[in-house]
């Protein structure tokens, strides 16, 4: 699993990316959307995990120009606006799903592991399948 994690809190950034190496995961970290963009112009990723509260150009605005652009990537928002109207419009705006700060880490690879079998047209879990 090759995941984009677009978050400008470098604390938060920082314990993603040690908890997904410790699961044997991939990630690279965007601050803004500009630098998000330019990594997504190389790689392809298995998970965008987007927050919407970023420097300048909104989560949204990037997640509507990625679908905008047909890049069909799975998207979980990481948001700490638990605002019921937000999540709606994640959601409207392409996301696959959502999850409100301050998450447990056990969830958020669930949440992965969901959107990707999903992406991957595998609708029933294989066991023993973790990616
Ligand atoms: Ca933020």
Known sequence: MNILLVEDDAMLAAAIRERARQEG???????????????????????????????????????????????????????????MSERIAGLDAGADDYLVKPFEFSELWARMRAVTRRSEGKTVPLPGCRD
């Open 25 to 83: 995961l991939a990630l690279d970290h965007a601050g803004d959307a500009d630098s998000a963009r330019l990594l997504l112009l190389d790689n392809a990723y298995s998970v965008i995990l987007l927050d919407l509260g970023l420097p300048g150009e909104s989560g949204l605005s990037l997640l509507r120009g990625l679908r905008a652009a047909y890049n069909a990537t799975p998207v979980i928002i990481l948001t700490a606006r638990a605002q």
